[in-house]
């Protein structure tokens, strides 16, 4: 895999995902204010949906007991999984011993994370993703760039492309052309699918109710046409009962893209009962590891009550402007930045961390108030700790450490650097640094420091003559 800096810079060269992924995060920013805005005491909403989902990962392991004994209870086959690999081979099994040849899947991120589908092929299996964007996904062969709207660093005429490149279908780029072809397509895979895949939003666990949201009402047709449906849902991913769920539901999408409600909410509750006119006729609920266990206890817990809105990363600065593949791995923007170095270890994940300013814009916008700056500092202090650090990058950290704490040697220190960048700049900019410093400016200009700095200018403010007495005030 490719290094995260060339990922990164790859996408900072590509005028056209700038232009998309702002022109599609600023709209989706401003949709979910004002329809947060529009939700009566939405504080206090945030506040217990944060309450609900933190205070059961305090006993998850009972949770998760009480959520499979539902489950059974309603008919469906429970099975766990350590890691993506078991996920997979749990998922083939019960495809070749019921003899599926075809799957339908809605989008889920659990399996994006087990990468499904390459074993599914491997196995022998057709696989169709039906939700619109994760169609397009697969068909231009790359991965979702966004945990929401998969297709976001995509224009309208590169998917007219590859739609006519890969399905045949002549070129347009008329959304509601393109659409109407995909449709076509998938409902012939609705009708011929003998197997069902879907993740799930939310476990319900005092009714074992598996809970999809979609705006398209693929994961009806998923959950109800084939006869076998398998769910993979990470085992983070419950909420204590009905009234807990009503609280997300009002959150979730109203973050995620500033509807009030998704178009379709389903709420699963086991395969086809006698009398019932549709649904599975066999269902499985695959309960995903894969490394949550081990983050559950740890500093980093926090970050197993994400609901998966995506609201932080339409609000982060580093995404909008370097799309969701730079970040190299399923979970992109800043909860990506998390979730992967807290699933796969820091060591092959260290620059993670780093991809954020530290705004805090992330955390305003969490449906659930996520501490996520603090847990991006979390890692990369153990990034630090742990992975291997450049070494010029410790000795210049040492340095400034040891500069920071000599008020007289940072003075001298900022007064070099102020007098060595005046002779670089030209036109109050420069343009490029020397040695080390040189990344900086590979990829943007530095403004040259003012001529003086904030202490000098408070030293020599003017200072008012004092009335007899008192003693002499600086003019404001
Ligand atoms: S961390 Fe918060 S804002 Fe980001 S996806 Fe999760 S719930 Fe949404």
Request: with cysteine; proline share 5%; aromatic share 4%.
């Amino acid at each position: 895999m490719s290094h995260f800096l060339d990922r990164v810079e790859t996408a900072l060269r590509d005028p056209d995902l700038k232009t998309a992924l702002g022109r599609a995060t600023e709209r989706l920013g401003s949709r979910r204010s004002v329809s947060l805005d529009s939700l009566p005491d939405s504080d206090a909403v945030r506040d217990m949906a944060r309450r609900a989902k933190l205070g059961l990962l305090r006993d998850l392991a009972g949770n998760l007991e009480t959520f499979e004994k539902n489950l059974i209870k309603n008919g469906v086959q429970v099975h766990w999984a350590e890691d993506g690999a078991a996920a997979n081979r749990i998922m083939v099994d019960i495809a070749k011993s019921r003899g599926c040849k075809r799957a339908v899947k809605s989008k889920s991120m659990a399996t994006e994370e087990t990468h499904l589908n390459h074993d599914l092929l491997e196995a022998g299996l057709e696989v169709l993703e039906t939700d619109l964007g994760e169609y397009i996904v697969q068909l231009a062969e790359t991965t979702p760039s966004h945990i929401i709207l998969p297709i976001i660093h995509m224009t309208k005429e590169s998917i007219g492309k590859v739609m006519h490149e890969k399905i045949k279908v002549p070129y347009t780029s008329d959304p509601e052309k393109l659409a109407k072809i995909a449709r076509a397509k998938l409902r012939e895979a609705f009708l011929s699918a003998d197997l069902g895949i879907t993740g799930a939003n939310f476990g319900v666990v005092d009714s074992g109710a598996l809970v999809l949201v979609s705006n398209e009402g693929n994961a009806r047709l998923v959950t109800t046409l084939p006869r076998v449906h398998v769910a993979v849902m990470g085992i983070e991913k419950l909420v204590p009962s009905l009234s807990d769920l009503d609280l997300m539901i009002k959150i979730l999408a109203r973050s995620a893209t500033g509807q009030k409600i998704t178009t379709y909410t389903s709420l699963v509750t086991g395969p086809r009962r006698e009398g019932e006119a549709d649904g599975c006729q066999e269902m499985h609920v695959i309960l995903l590891d894969n490394g949550r266990s081990r983050i559950l206890g740890g500093p980093l817990a926090e970050i197993l009550g994400c609901i998966r809105c995506g609201a932080c990363l339409n609000a982060c600065p580093v995404y909008k402007n370097v799309g969701g593949h730079a970040y190299g791995d399923t979970y992109p923007g800043p909860i990506g930045s998390i979730v992967t170095p807290g699933l796969r270890g820091i060591k092959a994940w260290k620059e993670l961390p780093d991809a954020s300013s530290l705004c805090g814009a992330c955390r305003d916008v969490c449906p659930v108030r996520l501490d996520i700056p603090r847990m991006l500092l979390e890692l990369r202090k153990q990034a630090v700790d742990e992975a291997s650090i450049p070494w010029a990058l410790r000795i210049g950290l040492w340095g400034f450490g040891v500069a920071a704490s000599r008020p007289w040697l940072y003075r001298a220190g900022a007064g070099l650097f102020r007098w060595a960048s005046g002779l670089m700049a030209k036109s109050g900019w420069i343009r490029k640094l020397p040695g080390l410093a040189a990344g900086w400016t590979r990829s943007r200009d530095l403004k040259a420091p003012a001529p003086k700095s904030f202490q000098e200018l408070w030293r020599q403010r003017p200072v008012r003559p004092a009335p007899a007495g008192k003693e002499a005030a600086p003019v404001r």
